[in-house]
Nanobody
Framework: QVQLVESGGGLVQAGGSLRLSCAAS????????MGWFRQAPGKARQFVAA????????YYADSVTGRFTISRDNAKNTVYLQMNSLKPEDTAAYYC???????????????WGQGTQVTVSS
């Protein structure tokens, strides 16, 4: 069992920055691929970024490449999403997720956090 709790969301103006955190507990954090997804009202859950278990290789959706950075600190059992140059279209509920396996861009992860809302105003 893995429990994930996101924090750091909020309201920000376009062009601003936020850093999301996801604290994990339960089974060893280092066993899991970690990812971030987002979901806007009426839309499907969308892949944002992922980071591998062993070599910290990162993956990003085209829409966020160059603006967002995913990182992990296994000693603190925490994964982060640094979001810069935010746009109104980034507005969504953001979810962290853990997967006991390879990186996937599909919402096929084993554990999910409760979500944290990010709202970007014009």
């Amino acid at each position: 069992q893995v429990q994930l709790v996101e924090s750091g969301g909020g309201l920000v103006q376009a062009g601003g920055s936020l850093r999301l955190s996801c604290a994990a507990s339960g089974r060893p954090f280092s066993l899991y691929t970690m990812g971030w997804f987002r979901q806007a009202p009426g839309k499907a859950r969308q892949f944002v970024a992922a980071i591998t278990r062993s070599d910290d290789k990162t993956y990003y959706a085209d829409s966020v490449t160059g603006r967002f950075t995913i990182s992990r600190d296994n000693a603190k059992n925490t994964v982060y999403l640094q979001m810069n140059s935010l746009k109104p279209e980034d507005t969504a509920a953001y979810y962290c997720a853990a997967r006991l396996g390879l990186v996937s861009t599909l919402p096929s992860y084993d554990y999910w956090g409760q979500g944290t809302q990010v709202t970007v105003s014009s």
